[in-house]
């Protein structure tokens, strides 16, 4: 009953995290295909600013730190896209926790004796608890238009 509650508690967490957002602060495009998105570092020689655009790697289960990363920026670039922006000039890349897991353990021993009118008692027992917390790539910039690099 505990891992079935565990559980949920973990999918609820994974599923209510928005993956990606964004802002207009420019004028919105017909969209593209996301393989034509560049990323950018440095600012190009030209370029119009579109919105300004945020992902995550939740749910993305890549077991390394380059496939979440990997994630992160191909999700980034989907929405930037989405926009018509044929750039985004990355300025924030990071972790961030996104869900905390506590799982712990107990036991014990109790031994009872009766002598005539009385009893004794002795009790013992150990618990453990061990909680984890998971992390997610983030990364953010401005999702451009670029006139010129």
Same mark, same amino acid.
């Given at each position: &009953?505990?891992?079935?509650? =565990? @559980?949920? =508690?973990?999918?609820?967490?994974?599923?209510?995290?928005?993956?990606?957002?964004?802002?207009?602060?420019?004028?919105?495009?017909?969209? +593209?295909?996301?393989?034509?998105?560049?990323?950018? +570092?440095?600012?190009?020689?030209?370029?119009?600013?579109?919105? +300004?655009?945020?992902?995550?790697?939740?749910?993305?289960?890549? @077991?390394?730190?380059?496939?979440?990363?990997?994630?992160?920026? !191909?999700?980034?670039?989907?929405?930037a896209?989405?926009?018509?922006?044929?750039?985004? =000039? @990355?300025?924030?890349?990071?972790n $961030?926790?996104?869900?905390? +897991?506590?799982?712990?353990? $107990?036991?014990? *021993?109790?031994?009872?004796? $009766?002598?005539?009118?009385?009893?004794?008692?002795?009790?013992?027992?150990?618990? /453990? !608890? &061990?909680?984890?917390? @998971?992390? &997610?790539? *983030?990364?953010?910039? /401005?999702?451009?238009y670029?006139?010129?690099?």
């Amino acid at each position: &009953m505990k891992k079935l509650l =565990l @559980l949920t =508690l973990v999918a609820a967490s994974l599923t209510s995290c928005n993956t990606t957002t964004h802002v207009l602060v420019g004028q919105k495009r017909a969209a +593209i295909a996301p393989e034509s998105v560049k990323i950018y +570092i440095q600012p190009p020689k030209k370029f119009e600013q579109v919105a +300004i655009v945020d992902a995550n790697s939740v749910n993305t289960f890549r @077991l390394t730190q380059q496939g979440a990363m990997d994630a992160t920026l !191909a999700r980034l670039k989907h929405a930037a896209a989405a926009l018509g922006a044929n750039g985004i =000039l @990355l300025n924030n890349v990071g972790n $961030a926790p996104f869900a905390t +897991i506590t799982q712990g353990s $107990a036991y014990g *021993t109790a031994n009872a004796v $009766a002598y005539g009118n009385s009893a004794y008692a002795n009790f013992s027992g150990n618990s /453990m !608890a &061990m909680t984890s917390t @998971l992390m &997610m790539k *983030t990364a953010g910039g /401005m999702a451009i238009y670029v006139i010129e690099e």
